[in-house]
Protein backbone atom coordinates (compact mmCIF):
# COMPACT_ATOMS: atom_id res chain seq x y z
CA UNK A 1 0.00 0.00 0.00
CA UNK A 2 2.50 2.41 0.87
CA UNK A 3 4.97 1.50 -2.18
CA UNK A 4 2.37 1.82 -4.56
CA UNK A 5 1.26 5.93 -2.53
CA UNK A 6 5.11 6.62 -2.57
CA UNK A 7 5.50 5.63 -6.42
CA UNK A 8 2.65 7.90 -7.34
CA UNK A 9 3.76 10.82 -4.90
CA UNK A 10 7.09 10.90 -6.60
CA UNK A 11 5.77 10.92 -9.98
CA UNK A 12 3.55 13.71 -9.28
CA UNK A 13 6.82 15.65 -8.14
CA UNK A 14 8.20 15.36 -11.15
CA UNK A 15 5.22 16.49 -12.57
CA UNK A 16 5.46 19.47 -10.69
CA UNK A 17 9.27 19.86 -11.67
CA UNK A 18 8.26 19.80 -15.72
CA UNK A 19 5.49 22.24 -15.23
CA UNK A 20 7.71 25.04 -13.64
CA UNK A 21 10.43 24.11 -16.04
CA UNK A 22 7.50 24.57 -19.01
CA UNK A 23 7.03 27.96 -17.64
CA UNK A 24 10.12 29.16 -16.90
CA UNK A 25 11.05 28.07 -20.42
CA UNK A 26 8.06 29.21 -22.51
CA UNK A 27 7.04 32.56 -20.27
CA UNK A 28 10.18 33.88 -18.62
CA UNK A 29 7.76 36.89 -17.86
CA UNK A 30 6.58 35.00 -15.12
CA UNK A 31 9.83 34.65 -13.15
CA UNK A 32 10.65 37.31 -10.64
CA UNK A 33 14.04 38.43 -10.19
CA UNK A 34 15.14 39.46 -6.60
CA UNK A 35 18.60 41.42 -5.81
CA UNK A 36 19.06 41.69 -2.57
CA UNK A 37 22.01 43.33 -0.35
CA UNK A 38 22.71 41.28 2.56
CA UNK A 39 24.72 42.21 5.58
CA UNK A 40 27.41 39.60 6.59
CA UNK A 41 28.50 39.75 10.52
CA UNK A 42 32.11 39.31 10.58
CA UNK A 43 32.93 39.59 13.70
CA UNK A 44 31.18 40.20 17.76
CA UNK A 45 31.32 40.82 21.08
CA UNK A 46 28.35 39.65 23.65
CA UNK A 47 28.25 41.96 27.41
CA UNK A 48 26.40 40.86 30.15
CA UNK A 49 25.56 44.32 30.58
CA UNK A 50 24.64 45.47 26.86
CA UNK A 51 24.15 42.36 25.09
CA UNK A 52 25.57 42.67 21.38
CA UNK A 53 28.87 44.91 20.96
CA UNK A 54 31.44 46.09 18.43
CA UNK A 55 29.75 44.37 15.88
CA UNK A 56 31.69 44.17 12.80
CA UNK A 57 29.25 43.78 9.05
CA UNK A 58 30.29 43.56 5.74
CA UNK A 59 27.92 43.89 2.51
CA UNK A 60 26.86 41.36 -0.37
CA UNK A 61 24.62 41.20 -3.28
CA UNK A 62 22.35 38.44 -3.98
CA UNK A 63 20.51 37.56 -7.24
CA UNK A 64 17.51 35.11 -6.30
CA UNK A 65 14.35 34.02 -8.82
CA UNK A 66 10.94 33.05 -8.10
CA UNK A 67 7.85 32.28 -9.73
CA UNK A 68 5.37 35.12 -9.84
CA UNK A 69 2.60 35.29 -7.29
CA UNK A 70 -0.24 36.28 -9.85
CA UNK A 71 0.89 32.64 -11.91
CA UNK A 72 0.93 30.75 -9.05
CA UNK A 73 -3.02 29.99 -9.41
CA UNK A 74 -2.74 28.91 -12.46
CA UNK A 75 0.24 26.59 -12.49
CA UNK A 76 -1.69 24.86 -9.71
CA UNK A 77 -4.68 24.98 -11.79
CA UNK A 78 -2.79 23.05 -14.72
CA UNK A 79 -0.94 20.75 -12.22
CA UNK A 80 -4.76 19.46 -11.15
CA UNK A 81 -5.17 18.07 -14.86
CA UNK A 82 -2.14 16.19 -15.54
CA UNK A 83 -2.54 12.48 -15.32
CA UNK A 84 0.31 12.15 -12.29
CA UNK A 85 -2.17 14.81 -9.82
CA UNK A 86 -5.42 12.21 -11.14
CA UNK A 87 -3.24 9.10 -10.71
CA UNK A 88 -2.05 10.02 -6.81
CA UNK A 89 -5.56 10.83 -6.06
CA UNK A 90 -6.96 7.49 -6.88
CA UNK A 91 -4.26 5.56 -4.85
CA UNK A 92 -5.22 7.96 -1.70
CA UNK A 93 -8.74 7.39 -2.22
CA UNK A 94 -8.26 3.57 -2.63
CA UNK A 95 -5.90 3.12 0.48
CA UNK A 96 -7.77 5.57 2.71
CA UNK A 97 -11.57 5.56 1.29
CA UNK A 98 -12.69 7.71 4.16
CA UNK A 99 -10.96 10.46 3.36
CA UNK A 100 -12.68 13.76 2.36
CA UNK A 101 -12.32 14.62 -1.23
CA UNK A 102 -12.11 18.52 -0.22
CA UNK A 103 -9.70 17.67 2.63
CA UNK A 104 -7.00 15.78 -0.15
CA UNK A 105 -7.61 18.97 -2.42
CA UNK A 106 -6.23 21.45 0.74
CA UNK A 107 -3.65 19.37 1.17
CA UNK A 108 -2.02 19.13 -2.03
CA UNK A 109 -3.15 22.55 -2.51
CA UNK A 110 -0.72 23.53 0.47
CA UNK A 111 1.87 21.44 -1.16
CA UNK A 112 2.10 22.88 -4.19
CA UNK A 113 2.01 26.34 -2.75
CA UNK A 114 5.13 25.60 -0.48
CA UNK A 115 7.19 23.92 -3.28
CA UNK A 116 6.52 27.05 -6.16
CA UNK A 117 7.26 29.20 -3.16
CA UNK A 118 10.73 28.23 -3.31
CA UNK A 119 13.76 29.78 -5.28
CA UNK A 120 13.88 28.67 -8.44
CA UNK A 121 17.40 27.45 -8.12
CA UNK A 122 16.30 25.83 -5.02
CA UNK A 123 14.01 23.20 -6.90
CA UNK A 124 16.47 20.07 -6.98
CA UNK A 125 15.10 19.53 -3.08
CA UNK A 126 12.17 17.84 -4.83
CA UNK A 127 14.45 14.92 -5.72
CA UNK A 128 16.62 14.50 -3.01
CA UNK A 129 13.59 15.12 0.01
CA UNK A 130 10.77 12.71 -1.99
CA UNK A 131 10.73 10.41 0.81
CA UNK A 132 10.57 13.42 3.58
CA UNK A 133 7.22 14.36 1.74
CA UNK A 134 6.26 11.26 1.82
CA UNK A 135 6.93 10.49 5.29
CA UNK A 136 4.41 14.07 5.48
CA UNK A 137 2.06 12.80 3.87
CA UNK A 138 1.91 9.56 5.11
CA UNK A 139 1.11 11.85 8.41
CA UNK A 140 -1.83 13.52 7.27
CA UNK A 141 -3.49 10.78 5.76
CA UNK A 142 -3.22 8.69 9.10
CA UNK A 143 -4.24 11.79 11.48
CA UNK A 144 -0.57 11.72 13.05
CA UNK A 145 0.99 14.53 14.86
CA UNK A 146 3.21 16.89 12.74
CA UNK A 147 5.96 19.08 14.28
CA UNK A 148 6.65 22.73 14.51
CA UNK A 149 9.84 24.39 15.37
CA UNK A 150 10.84 28.27 15.47
CA UNK A 151 13.51 30.23 16.33
CA UNK A 152 12.06 33.81 17.48
CA UNK A 153 14.24 36.56 18.32
CA UNK A 154 13.95 38.64 21.39
CA UNK A 155 15.40 41.79 22.84
CA UNK A 156 16.19 42.55 26.08
CA UNK A 157 17.09 39.49 27.85
CA UNK A 158 21.23 39.53 28.20
CA UNK A 159 22.29 35.87 28.85
CA UNK A 160 25.49 34.99 30.91
CA UNK A 161 25.30 31.12 30.03
CA UNK A 162 24.83 30.44 26.30
CA UNK A 163 22.09 28.52 26.56
CA UNK A 164 19.02 27.51 29.16
CA UNK A 165 17.17 24.46 28.43
CA UNK A 166 13.17 25.51 29.98
CA UNK A 167 12.17 21.77 29.42
CA UNK A 168 11.95 19.80 26.62
CA UNK A 169 11.62 22.02 23.35
CA UNK A 170 12.02 24.53 25.09
CA UNK A 171 15.68 26.30 25.32
CA UNK A 172 16.91 30.09 25.23
CA UNK A 173 20.55 30.67 24.15
CA UNK A 174 22.82 33.65 23.19
CA UNK A 175 22.61 34.99 19.06
CA UNK A 176 25.48 33.35 17.06
CA UNK A 177 26.60 35.18 13.34
CA UNK A 178 23.49 33.47 11.41
CA UNK A 179 21.34 34.51 14.18
CA UNK A 180 22.42 38.09 14.04
CA UNK A 181 22.35 38.59 10.27
CA UNK A 182 18.76 37.46 10.34
CA UNK A 183 17.95 40.16 12.63
CA UNK A 184 20.06 42.93 10.49
CA UNK A 185 18.11 41.93 7.39
CA UNK A 186 14.77 41.19 8.61
CA UNK A 187 12.52 44.09 6.50
CA UNK A 188 11.29 45.56 9.90
CA UNK A 189 15.00 45.23 11.83
CA UNK A 190 15.11 47.74 14.47
CA UNK A 191 17.70 50.13 16.27
CA UNK A 192 17.81 47.00 18.68
CA UNK A 193 19.97 44.04 17.60
CA UNK A 194 19.01 40.55 19.20
CA UNK A 195 20.32 40.05 22.35
CA UNK A 196 18.89 36.49 22.92
CA UNK A 197 17.27 33.35 20.84
CA UNK A 198 14.26 31.37 21.55
CA UNK A 199 14.04 27.88 20.17
CA UNK A 200 10.95 25.54 20.36
CA UNK A 201 9.73 22.46 18.84
CA UNK A 202 6.80 20.98 19.61
CA UNK A 203 4.22 18.03 18.50
CA UNK A 204 0.41 19.55 17.12
CA UNK A 205 -2.13 17.82 14.68
CA UNK A 206 -2.26 19.82 11.34
CA UNK A 207 -6.11 21.30 12.20
CA UNK A 208 -4.87 24.88 12.30
CA UNK A 209 -2.54 27.23 9.80
CA UNK A 210 1.46 26.91 11.04
CA UNK A 211 1.82 30.31 11.61
CA UNK A 212 -1.38 30.53 14.57
CA UNK A 213 0.02 28.17 16.11
CA UNK A 214 3.95 28.88 16.22
CA UNK A 215 2.74 32.61 17.00
CA UNK A 216 0.52 31.65 20.47
CA UNK A 217 2.99 29.60 21.97
CA UNK A 218 5.98 33.12 21.36
CA UNK A 219 3.35 35.15 22.70
CA UNK A 220 2.83 33.04 25.54
CA UNK A 221 6.47 32.75 26.12
CA UNK A 222 7.56 36.67 26.01
CA UNK A 223 5.14 37.22 28.28
CA UNK A 224 6.57 34.94 30.88
CA UNK A 225 10.01 35.99 30.06
CA UNK A 226 8.59 39.74 30.48
CA UNK A 227 7.44 39.01 34.33
CA UNK A 228 10.47 37.13 35.26
CA UNK A 229 12.54 40.45 35.83
CA UNK A 230 11.49 43.81 35.00
CA UNK A 231 12.58 44.59 31.56
CA UNK A 232 11.46 45.82 28.20
CA UNK A 233 11.24 42.55 27.27
CA UNK A 234 9.55 41.65 22.91
CA UNK A 235 10.38 39.92 19.58
CA UNK A 236 10.49 40.91 16.50
CA UNK A 237 11.31 38.78 14.11
CA UNK A 238 10.21 34.43 13.98
CA UNK A 239 11.39 31.90 11.30
CA UNK A 240 9.16 28.57 11.72
CA UNK A 241 8.98 25.48 9.85
CA UNK A 242 6.92 22.53 10.13
CA UNK A 243 6.10 19.32 8.25
CA UNK A 244 2.89 21.13 7.90
CA UNK A 245 2.45 21.74 3.86
CA UNK A 246 3.09 25.40 3.09
CA UNK A 247 3.73 25.11 7.00
CA UNK A 248 6.73 27.63 7.07
CA UNK A 249 8.47 31.06 6.36
CA UNK A 250 9.29 34.01 9.09
CA UNK A 251 7.25 37.17 10.02
CA UNK A 252 7.72 39.90 12.65
CA UNK A 253 6.31 41.90 15.28
CA UNK A 254 4.03 44.77 13.51
CA UNK A 255 4.76 46.67 16.86
CA UNK A 256 8.58 48.46 16.17
CA UNK A 257 9.98 48.97 20.14
CA UNK A 258 13.10 50.17 21.66
CA UNK A 259 15.16 48.58 24.77
CA UNK A 260 14.59 50.97 27.53
CA UNK A 261 15.91 48.74 30.53
CA UNK A 262 17.49 45.02 29.38
CA UNK A 263 17.97 42.50 32.40
CA UNK A 264 20.36 39.83 32.43
CA UNK A 265 19.81 36.35 33.38
CA UNK A 266 22.86 34.96 35.36
CA UNK A 267 24.17 31.60 35.88
CA UNK A 268 22.39 31.34 39.59
CA UNK A 269 18.99 32.29 37.85
CA UNK A 270 19.02 29.39 35.80
CA UNK A 271 17.15 27.63 38.25
CA UNK A 272 14.98 30.01 38.84
CA UNK A 273 13.85 30.39 35.67
CA UNK A 274 13.00 27.38 34.64
CA UNK A 275 10.79 27.18 37.88
CA UNK A 276 9.32 30.61 37.51
CA UNK A 277 8.40 29.36 33.75
CA UNK A 278 7.06 25.90 34.48
CA UNK A 279 4.52 27.14 37.59
CA UNK A 280 3.58 30.71 34.82
CA UNK A 281 3.14 28.28 32.08
CA UNK A 282 0.48 26.37 33.84
CA UNK A 283 -1.40 28.67 36.07
CA UNK A 284 -1.92 31.45 32.52
CA UNK A 285 -5.01 31.27 30.88
CA UNK A 286 -4.84 29.56 26.93
CA UNK A 287 -5.65 32.35 24.91
CA UNK A 288 -8.76 30.74 23.30
CA UNK A 289 -10.30 30.03 27.26
CA UNK A 290 -9.72 33.78 28.63
CA UNK A 291 -11.37 36.56 27.57
CA UNK A 292 -10.20 39.67 25.77
CA UNK A 293 -9.91 42.08 28.25
CA UNK A 294 -10.02 41.76 32.02
CA UNK A 295 -8.00 42.66 35.23
CA UNK A 296 -5.35 40.63 34.66
CA UNK A 297 -4.65 41.36 31.02
CA UNK A 298 -5.30 44.95 31.88
CA UNK A 299 -2.49 44.97 34.41
CA UNK A 300 -0.38 43.61 31.97
CA UNK A 301 -0.86 46.22 29.15
CA UNK A 302 -0.05 48.94 31.93
CA UNK A 303 3.05 47.07 33.03
CA UNK A 304 4.35 47.05 29.00
CA UNK A 305 3.23 50.93 28.89
CA UNK A 306 5.11 51.72 31.78
CA UNK A 307 8.48 50.29 30.29
CA UNK A 308 7.73 52.14 26.96
CA UNK A 309 8.96 55.48 26.28
CA UNK A 310 7.38 58.24 27.51
CA UNK A 311 7.21 61.13 30.65
CA UNK A 312 7.74 60.19 34.60
CA UNK A 313 4.62 61.25 35.05
CA UNK A 314 2.70 58.85 32.38
CA UNK A 315 5.23 55.58 32.94
CA UNK A 316 4.36 55.82 36.56
CA UNK A 317 0.91 56.43 35.92
CA UNK A 318 0.77 53.45 33.95
CA UNK A 319 2.28 51.42 37.08
CA UNK A 320 -0.35 52.64 39.10
CA UNK A 321 -3.05 52.31 36.68
CA UNK A 322 -1.60 48.67 36.97
CA UNK A 323 -2.05 48.31 40.38
CA UNK A 324 -5.43 49.23 40.45
CA UNK A 325 -6.88 46.91 37.89
CA UNK A 326 -5.39 43.94 40.23
CA UNK A 327 -6.04 45.71 43.55
CA UNK A 328 -9.29 47.62 43.14
CA UNK A 329 -12.81 46.80 43.06
CA UNK A 330 -14.96 47.56 40.21
CA UNK A 331 -17.57 49.20 42.35
CA UNK A 332 -15.40 50.90 44.83
CA UNK A 333 -15.23 54.61 44.67
CA UNK A 334 -13.81 56.47 47.74
CA UNK A 335 -10.48 55.85 49.50
CA UNK A 336 -8.80 54.74 46.47
CA UNK A 337 -5.68 55.82 47.18
CA UNK A 338 -5.66 54.12 50.49
CA UNK A 339 -7.14 50.85 49.53
CA UNK A 340 -4.46 50.70 47.17
CA UNK A 341 -1.09 51.59 49.32
CA UNK A 342 -2.74 49.48 52.39
CA UNK A 343 -3.64 46.21 50.24
CA UNK A 344 -0.15 46.12 47.94
CA UNK A 345 1.84 47.12 51.47
CA UNK A 346 -0.04 44.12 53.53
CA UNK A 347 0.63 41.86 50.55
CA UNK A 348 4.24 42.85 50.20
CA UNK A 349 5.32 42.78 53.94
CA UNK A 350 4.38 39.01 53.56
CA UNK A 351 7.27 38.14 51.25
CA UNK A 352 9.47 40.55 53.59
CA UNK A 353 9.20 44.02 52.07
CA UNK A 354 8.67 47.15 54.55
CA UNK A 355 5.32 47.49 54.62
CA UNK A 356 5.61 51.50 55.24
CA UNK A 357 7.93 52.08 52.91
CA UNK A 358 5.63 50.06 50.26
CA UNK A 359 2.54 52.07 51.43
CA UNK A 360 4.45 55.48 51.51
CA UNK A 361 6.00 54.52 48.02
CA UNK A 362 2.57 53.88 46.18
CA UNK A 363 0.34 56.64 48.05
CA UNK A 364 2.92 59.38 46.67
CA UNK A 365 2.84 57.39 42.92
CA UNK A 366 -0.65 57.81 43.07
CA UNK A 367 -0.62 61.44 43.73
CA UNK A 368 1.48 61.78 40.70
CA UNK A 369 -0.96 59.34 38.31
CA UNK A 370 -3.81 61.82 39.92
CA UNK A 371 -2.06 64.87 39.07
CA UNK A 372 -0.97 63.40 35.48
CA UNK A 373 -4.89 61.96 34.37
CA UNK A 374 -5.87 65.44 35.88
CA UNK A 375 -3.57 67.14 33.12
CA UNK A 376 -0.96 67.87 35.25
CA UNK A 377 2.33 67.69 34.63
CA UNK A 378 6.30 68.85 36.48
CA UNK A 379 8.43 70.68 34.43
CA UNK A 380 11.79 69.97 33.42
CA UNK A 381 13.54 72.01 36.53
CA UNK A 382 11.02 71.03 38.78
CA UNK A 383 12.30 67.19 38.34
CA UNK A 384 15.79 68.59 38.58
CA UNK A 385 14.20 70.08 41.60
CA UNK A 386 12.84 66.82 43.47
CA UNK A 387 15.79 64.86 42.92
CA UNK A 388 18.22 67.35 44.37
CA UNK A 389 15.90 67.92 47.45
CA UNK A 390 15.12 64.30 48.29
CA UNK A 391 13.70 65.25 52.16
CA UNK A 392 11.88 68.49 51.49
CA UNK A 393 9.46 68.21 48.16
CA UNK A 394 6.39 67.73 48.35
CA UNK A 395 6.54 64.59 47.53
CA UNK A 396 8.76 62.71 49.47
CA UNK A 397 9.08 59.26 47.50
CA UNK A 398 12.84 59.08 46.87
CA UNK A 399 15.65 57.58 49.31
CA UNK A 400 18.36 58.74 50.56
CA UNK A 401 20.44 57.26 47.23
CA UNK A 402 17.69 56.79 45.02
CA UNK A 403 17.40 58.87 41.52
CA UNK A 404 13.77 59.23 40.02
CA UNK A 405 14.64 56.35 37.48
CA UNK A 406 15.39 54.11 40.76
CA UNK A 407 12.22 54.72 42.11
CA UNK A 408 9.93 54.63 38.98
CA UNK A 409 11.52 51.20 38.21
CA UNK A 410 10.82 49.97 41.88
CA UNK A 411 7.62 50.32 41.36
CA UNK A 412 7.38 48.96 38.27
CA UNK A 413 9.04 45.56 40.31
CA UNK A 414 5.53 46.05 42.48
CA UNK A 415 3.49 46.31 39.45
CA UNK A 416 5.20 42.72 37.90
CA UNK A 417 5.29 40.84 41.17
CA UNK A 418 1.91 41.57 41.63
CA UNK A 419 0.99 40.35 38.39
CA UNK A 420 2.81 37.02 38.79
CA UNK A 421 0.89 36.80 42.35
CA UNK A 422 -2.61 37.21 40.45
CA UNK A 423 -1.84 34.91 37.89
CA UNK A 424 -1.01 31.95 40.37
CA UNK A 425 -3.76 33.08 42.52
CA UNK A 426 -6.26 32.81 39.55
CA UNK A 427 -4.63 29.73 37.85
CA UNK A 428 -4.77 28.27 42.19
CA UNK A 429 -7.99 25.95 43.19
CA UNK A 430 -8.49 28.74 46.00
CA UNK A 431 -12.02 29.61 44.12
CA UNK A 432 -13.50 28.35 40.76
CA UNK A 433 -16.27 31.00 40.78
CA UNK A 434 -15.87 34.15 38.43
CA UNK A 435 -15.20 36.38 41.74
CA UNK A 436 -11.85 35.13 42.55
CA UNK A 437 -10.33 38.67 42.55
CA UNK A 438 -12.73 40.13 44.92
CA UNK A 439 -12.01 37.17 46.72
CA UNK A 440 -8.84 37.81 47.01
CA UNK A 441 -9.02 41.13 47.93
CA UNK A 442 -11.44 40.33 51.08
CA UNK A 443 -8.82 37.74 52.23
CA UNK A 444 -6.15 40.79 52.16
CA UNK A 445 -8.66 43.44 54.05
CA UNK A 446 -9.26 40.79 56.68
CA UNK A 447 -5.45 40.15 57.11
CA UNK A 448 -5.16 43.59 58.19
CA UNK A 449 -7.18 42.91 61.29
CA UNK A 450 -7.05 39.23 61.71
CA UNK A 451 -3.89 37.32 62.37
CA UNK A 452 -5.84 33.75 61.67
CA UNK A 453 -6.70 35.55 58.11
CA UNK A 454 -2.86 36.74 57.84
CA UNK A 455 -1.75 33.46 58.46
CA UNK A 456 -3.67 31.67 56.05
CA UNK A 457 -2.96 34.55 53.31
CA UNK A 458 0.66 33.96 54.07
CA UNK A 459 0.58 30.15 53.87
CA UNK A 460 -1.55 30.52 50.75
CA UNK A 461 1.36 32.77 49.29
CA UNK A 462 3.63 29.88 50.17
CA UNK A 463 1.98 27.22 48.41
CA UNK A 464 1.42 29.05 44.96
CA UNK A 465 5.16 29.08 45.02
CA UNK A 466 5.52 32.78 45.05
CA UNK A 467 8.95 32.25 47.10
CA UNK A 468 11.28 31.25 44.95
CA UNK A 469 10.39 32.17 41.63
CA UNK A 470 10.28 36.06 41.66
CA UNK A 471 13.58 37.14 41.00
CA UNK A 472 14.85 40.53 42.46
CA UNK A 473 16.51 43.10 40.12
Not at 65 to 74: H, V
Not at 310 to 318: A, F, H, M, T, Y
Not at 409 to 415: A, C, E, G, H, R
Request: aromatic fraction near 10%; proline fraction near 2%; glycine fraction near 4%.
Amino acid sequence: MTAEINSALNKFLLCIKRVIDEEVKNKPFSVRTEEDKVDKVNSFDYSLSDGIINLDVSSEFNTKKFIESKYKARLIRNIKKRKEYVDLLKRINKDFPGLDDKYMDILFNRLMKEILNHRLDSLNFLEEYTDFIYKRVLKYLNGKTLKYEAKSNFYGIILQEDEIVISEGIILRKPNKEDLEDSINFPHFICDVTTAVLEIEFLDYPDDIAHNKVFSKIKRYAHILSLFKVGTVFYNQTQYSSEAFNGSGSAGSLEIEVVLKNYTIFENDKDNLVNFWQVMDRCMPNEKDSPCIDYLSISYQRYQNSLERGSLEKRVSSVMMGLEALFLKSNERIELNHRLSLRVAKIFSLLGYDALKIKKSIKESYNIRSTFVHGGHYEPEELIKLENNRFKNKLKILNDEESLDDHLYKIIDYLRISIVIITLFRGSEFDKNDKKKEKFLDLIDDALIDKEKEDYLKNYLENLEIYGIISSN
